[in-house]
């Protein structure tokens, strides 16, 4: 993560190169923007272009004031303001434009989330996201992000409610600033922060874009009958910075974590010591002085040219349009290619991505490319077919192939594109469509381990946890490994569904029982709905796919010379399926198979 403060605390942030100087001197590798107006072309241009060069991130622009002030012309002023500021930070590639979420109070001379009785009506909830709908469509950000700020004071006072209003508002230019500090709203959380800031990144993680690094204590020990918490140096208060440091790293290596609201620069000092040596004890990666800008990106953080990477994304499927989605939501610039052009032309009107004709073309315009396909046949036909990625493909680029083929297959087009001077992780995943909607896979990398690292921030925006298994066409192997387990485990409750249907047992009884049982993974409860309900639930992975990953499965057994019966069996029992007519069903179909060779047999 890239460390930054808030030094126009103590420091004249109207001068940029001083500005940027003292940031240098004090190690910092992220910022806020400094003073600066939408009008000062030339000063925005030296902020971009000597913050860049720096390797110093400009990790907010901050527009403090009331988008919710019931004063008509106050209001229209503070929400232009907003808009400036937006435009700012995407003119000079901030992280995110930052405000709070509003109030009703007036006393601006005091802050702009101040206490009001009504802040907390529905109403008032509704002219949050009215206002926010409004400044995204006037603004469209291409390069940053809006964010609102919890504050305790404010309809925006916890997570649960950041969640309801990016879910409601449904713009990919709206994203996350976590201060989980703001959110300590009682005694309970105050002494319980490690669950509190897992719960914070649990709900809201897949968003963030930026951080505040504080912490809390309580003001006074003369007289506790009263809450009353103060702001404090980090590391002397409650909050859990080890918890903290870790899930921001799963975020990004490039999360920009700002301090702020201390008076002294000694003050800073003091946290940016407490986060680097609480960073070093627990091995999370925090950006300072010491590391160089090639050794930044020999570790996977995005530095100033790769937090710009452009990203190419082919197969707008199933499990594609959301991946690429959860992409687009982190702000890579990105463009898309799908076989049904239509499908690819929607995608980007409704992400702001661009639509590529060809594979060529994409390839020839970004610096990762992701295909996410049915099988292998249709990656040989993406990168060898006419108008083919190695037509396109350029020196210093990385493949990323996220879709289940085998790991003979990875192997020749790895060497393949390093003919070409280009680069080949195999990154598939785990999990569902459910999964990859939320951000939420599991990723099994193969590739040398500078280049997963240099594709790290683009799987982060698409997964929960992300695994370098090994060299390539390591993710293939266990990414087959994991499906043979899958399916095993999908043929034996397909088994005992219908055996205790068979001995006259609800289905959904039977599956109450297995879901309550020492077999309970999270397979069993997500899939339940299917489950129980095959005829309503949608198809998440076609039985005839799933037949194709388990003939890749047993041809790897047998070149590796490993027995496995059981995964001989289910697959013989997935072709069968297959050839009675279910190819196009749901995996969990099996059981429908299984019923249907019951009605058969009597």
């Not at 009353?228 to 975020?251: A, C, H, K, M, S």
């Not at 040596?277 to 999370?284: L, P, Y």
């Not at 039977?510 to 129980?532: G, K, L, T």
Request: one cysteine or more.
């Amino acid at each position: 993560m890239r460390l930054g403060a808030t030094i126009d605390q103590y420091f004249d942030s109207s001068d940029p190169e001083a500005y940027l100087g003292e940031c240098q001197k004090c190690g910092y590798r992220s910022a806020p923007c400094p003073q600066v107006s939408l009008r000062e072309t030339e000063k925005l241009h030296f902020i971009r272009d000597a913050f860049s060069k720096a390797d110093v991130l400009i990790g907010e622009v901050q527009a403090w004031v009331n988008p919710l002030d019931p004063r008509p012309e106050k209001r229209a002023e503070n929400l232009k303001r907003i808009a400036e500021s937006i435009a700012i930070a995407d003119e000079i590639g901030a992280a995110c434009c930052v405000t709070v979420a509003g109030t009703l109070d007036t006393r601006d001379y005091i802050a702009c989330d101040t206490p009001h009785p009504d802040n907390f009506l529905d109403s008032t909830f509704d002219a949050v996201i009215e206002w926010v709908r409004k400044i995204l469509k006037e603004t469209r950000p291409r390069r940053t992000k809006l964010c609102l700020e919890m504050s305790p004071w404010t309809p925006l006072d916890g997570p649960e409610v950041y969640q309801k209003i990016i879910e409601i508002v449904q713009d990919p230019a709206l994203a996350v600033h976590l201060d989980p500090s703001n959110a300590i709203l009682n005694t309970r959380i105050f002494f319980s922060t490690p669950a509190h800031v897992n719960h914070c990144f649990d709900l809201l993680g897949r968003w963030i874009v930026s951080a505040h690094a504080k912490d809390l204590y309580y003001a006074s020990v003369v007289d506790l009958r009263h809450v009353n918490f103060v702001e404090v140096i980090p590391g002397r208060g409650v909050l859990d910075y080890r918890t903290f440091l870790r899930r921001g790293e799963q975020v990004s290596a490039d999360l920009p974590l700002i301090m702020e609201h201390l008076p002294r620069r000694e003050d800073y000092a003091a946290g940016a010591a407490y986060n680097r040596s609480m960073a070093r004890e627990i091995g999370v990666t925090v950006l300072s002085r010491h590391r160089s800008y090639k050794r930044c990106l020999m570790r996977g953080t995005m530095c100033a040219e790769s937090a710009r990477l452009i990203v190419g994304f082919i197969g707008l499927g199933r499990m594609g349009r959301p991946m690429a989605t959860n992409i687009a939501r982190r702000g890579f610039p990105l463009h898309v290619y799908n076989r049904t052009r239509s499908t690819a032309v929607e995608f980007a009107e409704s992400t702001g991505a661009a639509v590529s004709d060809s594979p060529a073309e994409l390839a020839s315009k970004c610096d990762v490319l992701v295909t996410m396909v049915a099988d292998g046949a249709a990656v040989d036909a993406i990168y060898n077919g006419p108008a083919g990625v190695m037509e396109g493909i350029r020196p210093g680029k990385i493949g990323m192939e996220m879709s289940t083929i085998g790991p003979e297959s990875v192997m020749r087009l790895g060497a393949q594109l390093q003919s070409r001077g280009a680069r080949l992780v195999d990154a598939p995943v785990s999990g569902s469509v459910a999964f990859a909607e939320k951000a939420e896979l599991m990723v099994m990398a193969g590739g040398a381990a500078e280049d997963v690292d240099r594709v790290r921030p683009v799987l982060n925006a698409m997964a929960a946890r992300v695994f370098h298994v090994g060299s390539l066409g390591r993710g293939a192997t266990l990414k087959l490994a994991v499906n043979g387990i899958v399916y095993g485990l999908s043929e034996a409750l397909s088994e005992a569904l219908v055996l205790a249907e068979r001995a006259g047992i609800e289905r959904s009884t039977a599956y109450e029982v297995f879901a309550s049982s020492v077999i309970a993974a999270p397979f069993v409860h997500y899939r339940r709905a299917a489950f129980e309900r095959p005829d309503e639930a949608p198809v998440t992975l076609r039985l005839a796919l799933a037949l194709k990953d388990m003939d890749l499965l047993l041809a790897m057994s047998r070149q590796l010379q490993v027995s496995t019966p059981q995964a001989e069996t289910n697959q013989r029992v997935l072709g069968d399926a297959v050839r009675d007519g279910f190819q196009d069903r749901d995996m969990s179909a099996v059981a429908e198979y299984l019923r249907k060779q019951m009605t058969k047999t009597g």
